[in-house]
């Protein structure tokens, strides 16, 4: 291959293929451009003779539903042209669920409720934005739940959250994040505390439900649910909490049907349960790839993207101004349990913590609480990093986005850390 053509490379796609790339070394930015026809990336429309910009970590699939030439300008790990896509399913799936939402308009009702499952690495998040694409598209305004705490699509990782949508996603950012509403629940995975996690998905599940009340055309629009790949034993249990805590209509299975089974056996029959088959590009990552994209994701929380930076603000706050607080204490053996205390109470037990070394490069979830009791059902105003602890001075020192002085004193501290290396 001539260097020219490693750098520049011309695409013509028939109906219904897609081209799928990966931009993978760390330095490299690949350019893409629609000279003719039409395409979409995940659902979003690609606007002709503009460029777009792919950075590390990358993997991209531009399908055409009528046929198209793309340019890509480039280094690319990987690229290749795939006849065969579950697109056709997918927009299938899209249509029967604007069939729910044209008679909930009509009745006004509430539109359909959707959740999608699968083990992990089998597209999730990815047919949730197709599906978000394609209703935002139709003039629908649905609102995308994420229950993904490991990579956190809407705020940062270890959060759940949800998002009206009212646009299509960016191409190269995803959707825009206006007015997300977050609450952190400070861990990696749901298994290290499925309390706490059962208790912040039922408080989004009422305060979402809350939102379709007031706004009929989202009512009407209805609700996709993204959620996390632990699907076995609790798990799956996880699973179906969240489908009751939601209502949810409909439940997508992506490529397991040993899960698809279990849901067919246990949900009710009015929930729909409809297997999806996984699209043959979903690209597999390593669990150092995976931390790697926790990582990039909290880096972009501060700093944005290279395309749109944003200037965090650094400053110093005293120990006496802030309250910082951590969900779960360790458990205590059965026979210590004081009376009237459950052996899961500890998971949900509010300990104030005193700053020290232990705090650093630790997130912190700025909370709306008023007050304590309101502190673990209370979703986030957004998150600090603490950078510097100075205890001769009492002070510690935090990355913010926003200048000072913080919206609420009671911080929450997530197991996330984040290494400022700005
Ligand atoms: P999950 O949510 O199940 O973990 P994702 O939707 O995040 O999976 O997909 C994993 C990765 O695969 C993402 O980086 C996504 O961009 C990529 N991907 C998904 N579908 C395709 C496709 N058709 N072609 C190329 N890459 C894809």
Same mark, same amino acid.
């Given at each position: 291959?001539?260097?020219? @053509? =490693?750098?520049?490379?011309?695409?013509?796609?028939?109906r219904d293929?897609?081209?799928?790339?990966?931009?993978?070394?760390?330095?490299?930015?690949?350019?893409?451009?629609?000279?003719?026809?039409t395409a979409e %990336?995940?659902?979003?429309?690609?606007?002709?003779? /503009?460029?777009?910009?792919?950075?590390?970590?990358?993997?991209?699939?531009?399908f055409t539903w009528h046929g198209?030439?793309?340019?890509?300008?480039?280094?690319?790990?990987? !690229?290749?042209?795939?006849?065969?896509?579950?697109m056709?399913?997918?927009?299938?799936?899209?249509?029967?669920?604007?069939?729910?939402?044209?008679?909930?308009?009509?009745?006004?009702?509430?539109?359909?409720?959707?959740?999608?499952?699968?083990?992990?690495?089998?597209? $999730?998040?990815?047919?949730? +934005? !197709?599906?978000?694409?394609?209703?935002?598209?139709?003039? +629908?305004?649905?609102?995308?739940?994420?229950?993904?705490?490991?990579?956190?699509?809407?705020?940062?990782?270890?959060?759940?959250?949800?998002?009206?949508?009212?646009?299509?996603?960016?191409?190269?950012?995803?959707?825009?994040?206006?007015?997300?509403?977050?609450?952190?629940?400070?861990?990696?995975?749901?298994?290290?505390?499925?309390?706490?996690?059962?208790?912040?998905? &039922? &408080?989004?599940?009422?305060? %979402?439900?809350?939102?379709?009340?007031?706004?009929?055309?989202?009512?009407?629009?209805?609700?996709?649910?993204?959620?996390?790949?632990?699907? @076995?034993?609790?798990?799956?249990?996880?699973?179906?909490?969240?489908?009751?805590?939601?209502?949810?209509?409909?439940?997508?299975?992506?490529?397991?049907?040993?899960?698809?089974?279990?849901?067919?056996?246990?949900?009710?029959?009015?929930?729909?349960?409809?297997?999806?088959? $996984?699209?043959?590009?979903?690209?597999?990552?390593? =669990?150092?790839?995976?931390?790697?994209?926790?990582?990039? +994701?909290? +880096?972009?929380?501060?700093?944005?993207?290279?395309?749109?930076?944003?200037?965090?603000?650094?400053?110093?706050? /005293?120990?006496?101004?802030? =309250?910082?607080?951590? %969900?779960?204490?360790?458990?205590?053996?059965?026979?210590?349990?004081?009376?009237?205390?459950?052996?899961?109470?500890?998971?949900?037990?509010?300990?104030?913590?005193?700053?020290?070394?232990?705090?650093?490069?630790?997130?912190?979830?700025?909370?709306?609480?008023?007050?304590?009791?309101?502190?673990?059902?209370?979703?986030?105003?957004?998150?600090?990093?603490?950078?510097?602890?100075?205890?001769?001075?009492?002070?510690?020192?935090?990355?913010?986005? &926003?200048?000072?002085?913080?919206?609420?004193?009671?911080?929450?501290?997530?197991?996330? &850390?984040?290494?400022?290396?700005?």
């Amino acid at each position: 291959m001539s260097v020219d @053509k =490693k750098v520049l490379q011309e695409f013509t796609l028939e109906r219904d293929n897609e081209l799928r790339f990966e931009v993978e070394s760390k330095t490299e930015k690949v350019y893409l451009t629609l000279k003719s026809g039409t395409a979409e %990336v995940f659902g979003t429309e690609l606007v002709k003779a /503009k460029t777009y910009e792919f950075t590390a970590g990358a993997k991209v699939a531009v399908f055409t539903w009528h046929g198209c030439v793309v340019e890509v300008k480039g280094k690319t790990d990987v !690229i290749y042209t795939a006849k065969e896509t579950p697109m056709v399913l997918y927009s299938n799936c899209h249509a029967a669920l604007e069939v729910m939402r044209v008679e909930a308009d009509r009745e006004n009702k509430r539109g359909p409720i959707a959740m999608l499952v699968g083990p992990c690495d089998v597209g $999730k998040s990815t047919v949730c +934005r !197709i599906l978000l694409n394609y209703a935002v598209r139709m003039g +629908r305004r649905p609102i995308y739940v994420d229950l993904d705490v490991g990579q956190g699509h809407i705020s940062i990782p270890g959060t759940i959250g949800a998002l009206m949508v009212e646009r299509p996603a960016v191409i190269d950012e995803g959707f825009s994040q206006e007015a997300p509403l977050v609450y952190s629940f400070g861990q990696k995975s749901p298994q290290n505390n499925q309390t706490l996690f059962s208790i912040l998905v &039922q &408080q989004l599940a009422i305060t %979402v439900k809350e939102r379709l009340e007031v706004n009929k055309k989202t009512r009407a629009s209805g609700v996709i649910i993204n959620t996390c790949g632990w699907i @076995k034993n609790a798990g799956y249990k996880q699973l179906i909490s969240n489908a009751k805590a939601f209502e949810v209509d409909a439940i997508f299975v992506l490529d397991q049907e040993r899960l698809y089974n279990e849901l067919v056996r246990d949900m009710p029959n009015f929930v729909k349960i409809i297997f999806m088959a $996984k699209s043959g590009g979903v690209v597999e990552r390593s =669990k150092s790839l995976r931390v790697e994209a926790r990582d990039q +994701r909290i +880096r972009e929380y501060f700093y944005g993207t290279p395309k749109n930076s944003l200037y965090p603000h650094s400053f110093d706050v /005293k120990f006496s101004d802030v =309250k910082i607080y951590k %969900v779960g204490a360790p458990a205590l053996p059965d026979s210590c349990l004081p009376l009237g205390m459950k052996a899961d109470d500890h998971l949900t037990k509010l300990v104030p913590i005193t700053p020290n070394a232990g705090i650093l490069h630790h997130i912190m979830a700025v909370s709306f609480a008023e007050n304590e009791d309101d502190i673990i059902t209370s979703h986030v105003a957004g998150f600090v990093c603490v950078t510097n602890l100075d205890t001769e001075r009492q002070m510690i020192t935090l990355l913010s986005p &926003q200048p000072k002085p913080l919206p609420n004193n009671i911080l929450v501290m997530s197991d996330l &850390q984040f290494m400022d290396t700005h």
